[in-house]
């Protein structure tokens, strides 16, 4: 206990040199006052976080917000990308090059994929991540991938003696950039528990949803029932403006009524109705249509193994592999709204 600071349930009213002010919290006879114990906790864990090396595989349009996030975050980066202009960027972050994926993780506490697809996962980490890993090492899968791969994954490295979470995200481009993300983690509780700091620096969620393998299991589902909202969504506006309503008219009443949903208020696919959205920058940016398919594909072929009915995901990636098929597959998902109006 500081000298002057009191004890045995009084108030502590000193300006030790970590509180800097009269701080008035209840003081404990073992540890002294308790907003003392609390700033020098975060600041061990400041440090602790300083000395954390991350191993990041995969610096695209998502990594490498994310890995820029943990730098700010206090963690030390070793980045790795097969492009140049991604590795200069992270760079430019303060991450340090890696030469590979295999010396990105000799040596780091934790490693933290961003990979386009689970052939790509399974491959990087069977190659080039358990042989090299040090012991204790923590793996971070964040891509989206099939359940099925993530779970193999994950007992390949539980085998191995490793700790390993599948922690797909939900949020975008400008999230990743914002450190706002969701992330939605499968995995035992204790690889959980490890993981959650680390995500917690690149997102504003991080929530767990069970064992091996149910995060890929969540992101799916949910990226099911956005691109089948967004379907309806622009249906009905197409629908409205053929009888007559004028687009913001129709906004204003669904948007305060049971037709409500986030591809209506947050991301409305009409351009000038609503929140400024992709629809308002000729559907450039936001979540591309080609991305919207691959996680209906990812859902559709999950249903279809557990005997799921999923009528409406099928429709919709029906749908979206028409949008692809015409060439749209760079552009946001919302373009769908032209291709039901005919244009």
């Given at each position: 206990?500081e000298?002057?600071?009191?004890?045995?349930?009084?108030?502590?009213?000193?300006?030790c040199?970590?509180?800097?002010?009269?701080?008035?919290?209840?003081?404990?006879?073992?540890?002294?006052?308790?907003?003392?114990?609390r700033?020098?906790?975060?600041?061990?864990?400041?440090?602790?976080?300083?000395?954390?090396?991350?191993?990041?595989?995969?610096?695209?349009?998502?990594?490498?917000?994310?890995?820029?996030?943990?730098?700010?975050?206090?963690?030390?980066?070793?980045?790795?990308?097969?492009?140049?202009?991604?590795?200069?960027?992270?760079?430019?972050?303060?991450?340090?090059?890696?030469?590979?994926?295999?010396?990105?993780?000799?040596?780091?506490?934790?490693?933290?994929?961003?990979?386009?697809?689970?052939?790509?996962?399974?491959?990087?980490y069977?190659?080039?991540?358990?042989?090299?890993?040090?012991?204790?090492?923590?793996?971070?899968?964040?891509?989206?991938?099939?359940?099925?791969?993530?779970?193999?994954?994950?007992?390949?490295?539980?085998?191995?003696?490793?700790?390993?979470?599948?922690?797909?995200?939900?949020?975008?481009?400008?999230?990743?950039?914002?450190?706002?993300?969701?992330?939605?983690?499968?995995?035992?509780?204790?690889?959980?528990?490890?993981?959650?700091?680390?995500?917690?620096?690149?997102?504003?969620?991080?929530?767990?949803?069970?064992?091996?393998?149910?995060?890929?299991?969540?992101?799916?589902?949910?990226?099911?029932?956005?691109?089948?909202?967004?379907?309806?969504?622009?249906?009905?506006?197409?629908?409205?403006?053929?009888?007559?309503?004028?687009p913001?008219?129709?906004?204003?009443?669904?948007?305060?009524s049971?037709?409500?949903?986030?591809?209506?208020?947050?991301?409305?696919?009409?351009?000038?109705?609503?929140?400024?959205?992709?629809?308002?920058?000729?559907?450039?940016?936001?979540?591309?249509?080609?991305l919207?398919?691959?996680?209906?594909?990812?859902?559709?072929?999950?249903?279809?193994?557990?005997?799921?009915?999923?009528?409406?995901?099928?429709?919709?990636?029906?749908?979206?592999?028409?949008?692809?098929?015409q060439?749209?597959?760079?552009?946001?998902?919302?373009l769908?709204?032209?291709?039901?109006?005919?244009?």
């Open positions: 206990m000298p002057g600071h009191a004890g045995g349930g009084e108030r502590c009213d000193d300006r040199d970590l509180c800097a002010a009269a701080c008035g919290e209840a003081m404990d006879t073992a540890a002294g006052c308790r907003r003392r114990q700033l020098i906790y975060n600041r061990q864990e400041e440090a602790r976080n300083m000395t954390q090396t991350i191993a990041f595989i995969g610096l695209g349009n998502m990594g490498g917000g994310m890995a820029a996030n943990l730098l700010k975050n206090g963690y030390a980066v070793r980045a790795f990308d097969l492009s140049e202009e991604a590795l200069a960027k992270a760079e430019g972050h303060g991450a340090v090059r890696a030469s590979s994926a295999a010396d990105a993780v000799t040596g780091a506490d934790a490693v933290v994929t961003m990979l386009p697809a689970g052939k790509h996962v399974e491959s990087v069977n190659d080039q991540v358990f042989g090299v890993a040090k012991p204790g090492a923590l793996f971070l899968d964040c891509s989206t991938i099939d359940v099925a791969t993530a779970r193999r994954v994950i007992e390949a490295a539980v085998a191995k003696g490793f700790e390993m979470v599948d922690a797909p995200v939900s949020g975008g481009i400008a999230a990743a950039n914002g450190g706002t993300l969701t992330f939605m983690v499968g995995g035992a509780d204790a690889a959980f528990a490890k993981a959650k700091p680390i995500l917690s620096a690149m997102g504003k969620a991080v929530i767990h949803a069970g064992g091996a393998g149910n995060g890929q299991g969540a992101k799916i589902c949910n990226n099911m029932l956005l691109g089948a909202t967004m379907v309806a969504t622009c249906e009905s506006f197409a629908m409205a403006k053929k009888l007559g309503l004028d913001q008219t129709f906004y204003d009443i669904s948007s305060v049971s037709g409500q949903s986030w591809s209506m208020t947050s991301y409305c696919p009409v351009p000038g109705v609503g929140p400024q959205t992709p629809a308002d920058n000729g559907y450039q940016g936001g979540f591309a249509v080609g919207m398919l691959k996680d209906l594909k990812l859902a559709t072929e999950a249903a279809a193994s557990v005997g799921a009915s999923v009528p409406m995901g099928n429709a919709a990636e029906a749908l979206y592999q028409m949008l692809a098929n060439g749209e597959a760079a552009r946001d998902f919302s769908m709204i032209e291709m039901l109006e005919g244009k």
